[in-house]
């Protein structure tokens, strides 16, 4: 299989995660903390030292302040939910994912939150234009550091900025640019940082964290056990307990612990500049082949992460290319709308969708020509 959809999630994985995972379940897969015995300490130090690791990549305030979650999805879940008061005025994009839309506009629709969407133009958001929606009453501005439809990586920094000067809070989704794009917490002013561990830090599927940076206090909506504390009658105030009842994946969170080993030895940005010189030959193959092909929003290589859409001729759905390519060629891509709807609208390739390839650190230029050699045997055979 040539696997092009690094980012839904990483395949494969580098070999030490593998490695790491298949000895920590061999020996020392027992409940971290809760037992004092030498296995709940040694998976009690793989949440410490995961803790640590995050922070040395990201230089947040220190590692109390991550917590894990299953995915990027719940620590978005985490953070909004945990955040926003009633009468609160939130602003967000039109290049999110449905992981922050559907949270914001259920609480949108239940009348408790004023929402603002701020448009893109070709994929890039303008911040004058988010700076500008920003109110007295701006409690929340959550967005994406890089879109996942299109790849494209939005100007965080003077909107960050803007949001605390403001008194409002940053939440930042850096599922698509954790790992590969630098993100340093002591001098960009973000308050919570969301992101999988299972896309490119390499991690598992049912991996993620949530950066709570000092200034916020999350109400939490799951309470349980911690493991440590056992005598308070409601949950510890303490970070990271009092957002991590239950049991947490330590089997996976030792697989993102060798993950994140692996990004920081080979350095942040790796990946990207490799993925988007690969991307690169499908955006010079694209404009070859216009007459049929096109690709969406804006192709900017210092701007963009290892995600592209592509257009299809007229006449050929996404969903069947996708089949097409999965069954006779054995390439796995993702078609549709990518849980992103409002952007495809925007795009006008609403319900239908696009062709999203996103290759990853293992993907080689051979691996895009016979993408991209495919491609030209379907519409060829279909056209
Ligand atoms: C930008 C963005 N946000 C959030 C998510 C949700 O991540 P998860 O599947 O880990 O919940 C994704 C997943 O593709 C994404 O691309």
Redesign the pocket.
């Known amino acids: 299989m040539i696997y092009l959809d690094n980012?839904?999630t990483s395949f494969p994985k580098p070999e030490s995660v593998y490695q790491a995972m298949d000895h920590f379940a061999r020996h020392s897969l027992a409940n971290p903390g809760r037992s004092g015995h030498r296995m709940a300490l040694a998976s009690e130090r793989i949440l410490d030292d995961t803790r640590h690791l995050l922070n040395t990549l990201f230089q947040g305030e220190s590692p109390d302040r991550w917590v894990f979650t299953l995915?990027?999805?719940?620590a978005?879940n985490m953070a909004i939910k945990g955040l926003v008061n009633s009468g609160d005025h939130v602003i967000t994009s039109d290049l999110?994912?449905n992981?922050?839309s559907r949270p914001l506009r259920a609480l949108e629709k239940l009348g408790q939150i004023r929402l603002t969407r701020v448009e893109s133009h070709d994929g890039y958001l303008n911040p004058e234009e988010v700076v500008a929606a920003i109110t007295p009453e701006t409690r929340l501005v959550v967005l994406?550091h890089?879109?996942?439809v299109l790849g494209t990586v939005q100007p965080i920094e003077p909107i960050a900025h803007a949001v605390r000067a403001a008194g409002g809070f940053m939440l930042l989704?850096a599922?698509?640019s954790a790992g590969v794009i630098d993100i340093n917490l002591s001098r960009l002013p973000i308050d919570m940082l969301a992101f999988?561990g299972?896309?490119a830090l390499y991690g598992p599927t049912g991996t993620?964290a949530l950066y709570v940076g000092p200034r916020v206090s999350l109400r939490p909506w799951r309470e349980g056990g911690t493991g440590g504390d056992s005598s308070t009658e409601t949950q510890p105030d303490t970070m990271p307990y009092k957002l991590e009842g239950g049991t947490p994946n330590v089997l996976g969170l030792a697989g993102l612990k060798a993950g994140l080993e692996w990004v920081l030895q080979r350095g942040v940005e790796a990946s990207r500049i490799h993925e988007v010189q690969l991307l690169q030959t499908v955006v010079d193959w694209v404009s070859d082949h216009s007459d049929l092909w096109g690709i969406a929003g804006a192709w900017d290589p210092a701007r963009h992460v290892g995600a592209l859409s592509l257009r299809p001729p007229q006449g050929l759905a996404p969903s069947e290319l996708g089949a097409i390519l999965d069954t006779s060629f054995a390439i796995a891509i993702r078609p549709g709308l990518h849980?992103a709807p409002y952007i495809h609208k925007r795009l006008g390739s609403f319900p239908d969708g696009l062709l999203r390839i996103s290759p990853g650190p293992f993907n080689t230029e051979s691996d895009i020509d016979t993408f991209l050699s495919a491609l030209s045997d379907i519409t060829d055979s279909l056209i």
């Open positions: 980012a839904a995915n990027c999805t719940d978005l999110e994912h992981s922050v994406t890089a879109a996942n989704d599922a698509q999988p299972h896309k993620g849980c």
